[in-house]
Structure formats: structure tokens, C-alpha cells
């Protein structure tokens, strides 16, 4: 039992580790529209989710934002509360979805409902403490949902190969 | 020339394309030097220095010149004038100086293109009284830009245009193969120097301005500018910018002069007669444009200033 | 596991799911573009950048700091006004109530343009003066 709590938090540890450097790296790339990324972490939150199960990776997901905000300066702005607020509901979406239903999506179906949470969430978070005008947010909604979709699909892809590989590892020998 | 000369020639090669610039320049220098009103040695102050005198030996070029202001003078029953040249010179729009009334009034007889004389044949001209003086300003532009670009394409050039001053020549397609788009200049003294009504898209053509903002000066709450009337030898003041457009930029140069003086309802109706397109603001700040335009021409904001028609 | 196997993996939810989202988003791009291309709006600038993108169809009250200080302007039933300014002449709030153009107050260097204002807007060639 103690022996694998200690390997959980070693395991949270390291999600968290490769989640904040693929979420700053991220953001060190150019983007057409602010706040328009590809979300390749949330790849680390769904196979946490898979692998360890909802708290592995609701604690990675909290790790993950704070330390990225925190590393690109933007704690605790509203850039932080967006990050926040997307990451908690792509990874709650995501969880309820598997519980409820367990067999109906695969990764890919999976990851297309968290992007689609995430970027919903953000939107409305940008709404309240940005913009807080309609008409340019629902112009342009269904542009980052869209977008969504398509990189929610390709980390689906990623992250369905990576579980593979890892649960085959994993087997106990 | 007494302004800024810009031309640009669109090719694959920047050689050619270097060539056929300088050839452009030297052609508007020669013309610049041909007709100079100031500088003594021109053969326009030959010929005026000969007035009522003698017929004056010139160049192909100085008659081509003369014959295309006097078909002007015709058009525009005389409002176009290069006679002019005997009053004009009385003011200095850089030293704020204007003639007296009775000045103008003595030289007044000395103003009618009438009395130019073209010998073609043997390509002479002369004026008829002693007194007169022609001064060639408001069409060597035009006429100079219209050379330059047949320079241009004798070179081998297919697209390019030509600025001299606001005498614009354009042809072929600008370097992103589009039409040529040229803007209007703002005739609002306090608007900035590229502040444009207008853009209008155009290719083989010209496009000229007249407008009373480009020299003046204001004299007892007065303002004097540079577009005198020939009947009056008073500043024009029914109009605030005349744009013209049409094929050659000699007659656009010289046909907006002469709306200027002329008014709008005379200056749209000689445009329809001649085939060509304008846009005219008078003095009451109704903005005027030829109906073959509405589809060509593209507003800016600033011409919420002025009350289209 | 490779792609090929990961598609073949993915469920018959998983791609509806998919496609649904995509043609959704498709036809709402192509609803709102219809529907708010013709809107017109309100552009403001401010010392020559661009500070506020408004709806003419949506009574407002703004305030926009200028050179000089605080401009204040007034938006309602689909026309504009300047109420407040900092400049001397008023030059600007005389123009009153405008439902198209521009109304500029040179002195705070504020510009509110119905539609978008375009000042260098228009790429030209030349000028003709």
C-alpha cells in the first residue's frame, strides 16, 4: 500500500513534469489568434486519466497550470484562471464521460469531448473577465471549437499510441 | 521640373527595368528644360521674350505642347489659358505678394490664347502682342509624364507609372498585377499631406488634380491661390479640388486647370462631351463625380466632410 | 500499434462525434458570418490605435482616454455622439447625433468612425493632388 502511494506520487511527479514542459512550450509557439493552442497536454491528463484514473490526473492538471503560469508569468492573471478553468473542465468532462460510459468512445472520442470542455470553458472565462462583448466571442467560437476538434482528435491519436505502449509496459511481468 | 518626380516601372529585370528609368528621367528633364517660364534660356522665354516681335524658331516638342494647351483652350472656352503667363507672374505664392487690381486689370489684354500663332510648317510660334507671355505650368506635367511612359515602353517596360507631381500616368498592372490604385488628395487645408477622399482603380490612363490647397497664400483673411481665372486674373473660386481622368495626361493636367476655373455644371458637362470621368468639390463642399465612376471609385471616411451628390 | 490500427480502433461514437462537430461548426461560421457581415460598427481610435470595436445596434456609453484627457462618447439607437471632451473648440461634440462617416476630435486625438475608419486603409499606388 505505502509502496504504491510513493509510486503514484512518483508517477503524478512525472506526468506533471512532462505536461508543464509540453504546456510552456506551447506557449512559446507563434499562434494565429491568442489563446489558440494546440492543448498537446491535455495528451498527459488523458492517459493519466487512463492509466491512474481521475485523481492522478485532476492533481496533474492543477500542478501542470499553476507551474506553467507561473514559469510564463502570467499568475495569477486571467491567461492563469483560463488555463485553470480548461484544464479542470477537459479533465472532469473527460472523467464523467469514461465513468458513465465507459465503452462508447475510445481516446480519440475521448479527447475531442475534453478539447471541446476546454475551449467551451475558456471562452466563457474570457468572456467574463476580457472581452465581455458577444458578438466577437460568438464570431469566433466556432472557429476555436473547430480547431478544437482537429487537435482534440490528433492528441487522441498520440495519446491512444502512448497508452498502448505504456499499459503493455506495465503488464506485470 | 519644380516637383517631385517619382516613376516606377514593373519588370523581371531590375537592368532593364534601371534603364528604362533613366531614359524616363533625361526625357522629362529635357522637356523641363524646353519650356521653362523661369529660366531665360528655355524656348517658351524665347518665345516670349519675342513677343509681338518676331516668330520664334522651337521644337517639335514646344509645338506639341502649344497645340495640346490650345485644344484645351478650346474645350474649356478659354478658361484653360497659357496666356495667363502675363498675369501670373505679377503674384509670388512664396512671398505671399499679389498684384493690384489695376495691374491685373492692365495686363488683362495680354490674356488670349487666340493670339499665339503656330506656324506648323515651319514650326514657329509667335505672339501677337508685346506683352504677352505664356507659361506652359499647368500641361508640361502632364505632358512630361505621357512622355516618360512612352520612354517607358519603348524600353520594354509592360506596366509602370508615373508621378509628376500629382500628375499621374499609369499603364499595364501594378507589381501585384492589379489595377493601379490611385488615391485623391484630401483638399482640406487641415488634413495631412496623404490624406485621400478617394481611391479610384484605373489602368492606361491619367489622372490629374487641380486643387486650391497646393500654393497659396492668405493675404487680409483672403486666400490667393495659384489657379487664376484668365477672364478675371483673379484666384478661381467655384471649385476646391477638380480631379480628371482620361487617356492622356497632358489633357487631364489641362482639362482639370480648366474646370477649376470653370465651375462644376460646366466642368461635369465638358467631361460627358469628351468621354472622360471626374470628381469635383465646389466651394459648398458638394462632392461631384461623373455616373460611369459610382462603381469604380472607393470613399474613405474623410470625405464625410462633404456632402456626396 | 500503429495508426492504421489506432483509426481502426476508434469507435462508430467517436467519429460521429467528429463529424458532427465539424459540420456544426461549419454552419455556424457560415450563420454569423451571414448574419454580422452587415452589422455595422463602431470603430474607435485613440491616439492612432485602435481601442474599441463596438455595435452601433447596441446603446452604449464609452469613455476613451485621449491626449487630452477623458473623451465621452454616446451610442443609441443606431447613431453616435460625442458628450464630453477635453478639447477647447467642442468642434467635435457640435457635430452632434452622426449615423454614418466619422466624427474626429483633432485636439485629443480621438476617432470614431462608423464603419472602419481608413485612413492609410486604402493601399494605393499614388496620390493625385
Not at chain 1, 130 to 140: A, D, F, N, T, W
Amino acid at each position: 500500500m505505502k509502496l504504491t502511494q510513493l509510486q503514484n506520487k512518483y508517477q503524478i511527479a512525472l506526468l506533471s513534469a512532462f505536461a508543464i514542459g509540453i504546456h510552456s512550450i506551447e506557449n512559446l509557439l507563434p499562434s494565429p489568434i491568442p489563446w489558440l493552442r494546440f492543448g498537446f497536454a491535455n495528451i498527459i491528463t488523458l492517459i493519466a486519466l487512463y492509466i491512474y484514473g481521475f485523481r492522478a490526473a485532476f492533481t496533474v492538471t492543477l500542478i501542470r497550470t499553476f507551474i506553467s503560469s507561473l514559469i510564463n508569468g502570467t499568475f495569477p492573471g486571467p491567461a492563469y484562471l483560463m488555463s485553470l478553468g480548461g484544464g479542470i473542465a477537459a479533465t472532469i468532462s473527460m472523467w464523467l464521460i469514461i465513468y458513465l460510459i465507459p465503452h462508447l468512445f475510445s481516446a480519440v472520442g475521448i479527447s475531442v469531448i475534453g478539447a471541446f470542455f476546454h475551449n467551451t470553458i475558456q471562452i466563457f472565462i474570457a468572456y467574463l473577465l476580457l472581452i465581455q462583448c458577444l458578438e466577437p466571442v460568438i464570431l469566433v467560437s466556432p472557429l476555436i471549437i473547430l480547431a478544437g476538434t482537429i487537435a482534440g482528435t490528433i492528441n487522441g491519436i498520440v495519446a491512444e499510441f502512448v497508452i498502448a505502449n505504456l499499459k503493455n509496459q506495465l503488464k506485470p511481468t | 521640373m519644380n516637383t517631385i518626380v517619382s516613376i516606377t516601372a514593373v519588370s523581371e529585370s531590375k537592368d532593364k527595368a534601371e534603364k528604362a528609368i533613366k531614359a524616363a528621367f533625361d526625357e522629362i528633364n529635357k522637356i523641363q528644360k524646353l519650356t521653362d517660364f523661369y529660366s531665360g534660356k528655355s524656348e517658351i522665354s524665347l518665345i516670349n521674350k519675342n513677343a509681338g516681335v518676331s516668330p520664334v524658331k522651337v521644337s517639335g516638342t514646344v509645338i506639341e505642347i502649344l497645340e495640346k494647351a490650345l485644344d484645351v483652350s478650346e474645350k474649356t472656352k478659354g478658361s484653360f489659358d497659357i496666356t495667363i503667363g502675363a498675369i501670373s507672374s505679377l503674384y509670388d505664392f512664396s512671398k505671399n505678394i499679389k498684384p493690384s487690381n489695376k495691374e491685373i486689370l492692365k495686363r488683362l489684354k495680354y490674356v488670349n490664347y487666340k493670339n499665339i500663332i503656330i506656324d506648323r510648317k515651319n514650326q514657329t510660334v509667335f505672339l501677337k502682342k508685346k506683352g504677352m507671355l505664356i507659361d506652359t505650368g499647368g500641361i508640361t506635367k502632364g505632358y512630361a509624364s505621357d512622355k516618360a511612359a512612352e520612354v517607358l515602353k519603348i524600353n520594354g517596360i509592360k506596366s509602370g507609372i508615373i508621378a509628376v507631381g500629382g500628375e499621374i500616368h499609369a499603364f499595364g498592372t501594378n507589381p501585384d498585377n492589379k489595377l493601379w490604385k490611385i488615391g485623391i488628395k484630401d483638399p482640406d487645408p487641415n488634413s495631412e499631406e496623404n490624406d485621400i477622399i478617394a481611391a479610384i482603380e484605373l489602368s492606361d490612363s491619367s489622372i490629374s488634380t487641380s486643387g486650391d490647397y497646393q500654393r497659396f497664400f492668405i493675404l487680409d483673411g483672403k486666400k490667393y491661390h495659384h489657379i487664376l481665372d484668365p477672364k478675371t486674373g483673379m484666384p478661381a473660386d467655384l471649385c476646391r479640388s477638380v480631379t480628371v481622368i482620361g487617356k492622356e495626361n497632358s489633357m487631364t493636367d489641362a482639362l482639370a486647370t480648366g474646370i477649376f476655373v470653370l465651375g462644376p455644371e460646366e466642368g461635369i458637362k465638358i467631361l460627358k462631351e469628351n468621354g472622360l470621368n471626374g470628381v469635383i468639390i465646389d466651394k459648398k463642399n458638394n462632392l461631384i463625380i461623373t455616373p460611369e465612376l459610382d462603381k469604380k471609385i472607393e470613399f474613405t471616411s474623410n470625405c464625410s466632410k462633404y456632402n456626396k451628390s | 500499434m500503429n495508426l492504421h490500427q489506432i483509426v481502426r480502433n476508434t469507435t462508430k461514437a467517436d467519429r460521429i462525434l467528429i463529424l458532427f462537430l465539424i459540420i456544426f461548426c461549419f454552419s455556424l461560421i457560415i450563420f454569423f458570418n451571414r448574419i454580422f457581415s452587415n452589422k455595422p460598427s463602431i470603430h474607435i481610435y485613440s491616439e492612432g490605435k485602435e481601442v474599441y470595436i463596438l455595435s452601433l445596434n447596441e446603446n452604449n456609453q464609452v469613455n476613451i482616454k485621449g491626449r487630452l484627457g477623458i473623451t465621452t462618447i454616446e451610442i443609441k439607437d443606431k447613431k453616435v455622439r460625442f458628450i464630453s471632451s477635453p478639447c477647447k473648440n467642442k468642434l467635435c461634440i457640435k457635430q452632434g447625433w452622426k449615423d454614418s462617416g466619422s466624427i474626429i476630435c483633432l485636439p485629443n486625438n480621438v476617432i470614431v468612425s462608423i464603419g472602419e475608419y481608413r485612413k492609410g486603409g486604402i493601399e494605393i499606388d499614388a496620390i493625385t493632388k
